[in-house]
């Protein structure tokens, strides 16, 4: 099952598990039980809400689940960002592509399209190789993980389709990346 199915359906049951075990007791009733705690000791004061506890309940995830809904949120993210003139990955993107390693090795049907690009610094010949370094850079690094070749493909479009028109620094920097497609 999805996990965020899951995450959902646990945030609906729970509530409505919550209110199922509230319930509304008629006066007689009321009167009857303190007049039981009142007999073995205890008084109704210590009980508020006749023994049931009253707030916001949180879902309790597992920690296997805590880490499946992390790399999911991971996932999200699949721009990879380079640095000036360098195709290696840096340790910032680790755990986003730790993410999408785990991703495709538990779906070893799934393909993912890493697409490498570059500013426009640099001859487009130039450009075009930088980006093809980039894009297998992130390639080696899923097939660290386990990730099939077979599952991935690369393709480099130099500077050819940049996020920033900007030519500033900011844009440059946009422009220098790998993009995981699924």
């Keep these: 099952m999805?996990?965020?199915?899951?995450?959902?359906?646990?945030?609906?049951?729970?509530?409505?598990?919550?209110?199922g075990a509230c319930s509304s007791t008629s006066e007689s009733e009321t009167d009857a039980s303190?007049?039981?705690?009142?007999?073995?000791?205890?008084?109704?004061?210590e009980y508020a809400n006749g023994g049931v506890e009253t707030g916001g309940v949180a879902p309790v995830l597992s920690p296997v689940e805590q880490q499946k809904l992390k790399?999911?949120?991971?996932?999200?993210?699949?721009?990879?960002?380079?640095?000036?003139?360098r195709s290696e990955v840096q340790t910032e993107n680790a755990e986003i592509l730790q993410a999408h390693g785990n991703y495709l090795v538990e779906h070893p049907n799934v393909k993912v399209l890493i697409e490498g690009h570059a500013d426009e610094r640099g001859t487009p010949e130039y450009n075009i190789a930088l980006g093809e370094r980039r894009a297998k850079a992130i390639a080696k690094y899923l097939q660290s993980m386990g990730v099939q070749p077979s599952q991935m493909s690369i393709v480099s479009y130099g500077e050819e389709k940049p996020l920033d028109f900007s030519r500033s620094e900011g844009g440059f920097a946009k422009n220098r990346r790998g993009v995981l497609v699924y």
């Design 2 to 19: 999805d996990l965020n199915k899951l995450f959902k359906a646990m945030v609906i049951a729970i509530p409505l598990f919550a209110l």
């Design 34 to 45: 303190s007049s039981t705690s009142s007999t073995s000791g205890q008084t109704s004061g």
């Design 71 to 85: 790399e999911q949120e991971l996932r999200r993210e699949n721009i990879i960002y380079f640095d000036f003139d």
